[in-house]
């Protein structure tokens, strides 16, 4: 090659490298655009995981404490009849002098606190029945007594305790209301 040649060459990749140098820096500018889009689009998907992932946490923690008292009402539900009838038992135990019969009454006596104790560990309360009005949510209705003593639907006697958890009821009160005397 000629020097001319050589020359012209070089001028030739010059000027092809002055282009590329002119047009690099949009390609760049373009690139780190479009860079920083996709960054965004990450951080976003991200911040979208993060929130279903404290939406989840949360929902769960919520499922999980409801089940956890459904659980514990299913238990209650079975220990309740069992606590009523010791204290139906208890509330017909006979009057004796008998050292022995009254040690076995006083362990009965220690039972039934247990089971109140257990009960009102676990927020459970006895729905209040007599001379209460007669409440349909809280009561059912067994049976009707006419009374001078009693205003029309007021509970005259509980016929089985009811029950309460936290303010719902899971065993109604089964009573007897009063009725008005017909005249």
């Not at 010791?86 to 006979?94: D, I, L, S, T, V």
């Not at 006596?109 to 729905?127: G, P, R, S, V, Y």
Request: net charge negative; proline share 2%.
């Amino acid at each position: 090659m000629t020097k001319k040649q050589q020359d012209d060459h070089n001028n030739i990749l010059f000027e092809e490298e002055a282009v590329d140098q002119e047009e690099q820096p949009q390609t760049a500018l373009s690139e780190i655009e479009e860079l920083q889009a996709k960054c965004q689009e990450y951080k976003i998907g991200w911040q979208r995981a993060q929130a279903d992932y404290q939406n989840f946490k949360k929902e769960t923690e919520e499922k999980r404490g409801e089940l956890m008292k459904w659980c514990q009402v299913q238990v209650l539900e079975e220990v309740i009849p069992v606590y009523d009838n010791f204290k139906k038992a208890n509330a017909h135990k006979p009057e004796s002098d008998d050292k022995l019969w009254k040690n076995w009454a006083q362990g009965i006596d220690f039972i039934m606190k247990q089971f109140a104790d257990i009960l009102a560990n676990h927020k459970i309360e006895e729905i209040k029945t007599v001379g209460e009005q007669f409440n349909i949510e809280q009561h059912e209705a067994v049976g009707e007594e006419e009374s001078d003593d009693h205003e029309e639907n007021v509970i005259i006697r509980e016929v089985d305790a009811g029950y309460l958890i936290d303010g719902k009821v899971i065993k109604p009160a089964k009573v007897i209301i009063a009725k008005a005397k017909n005249q």
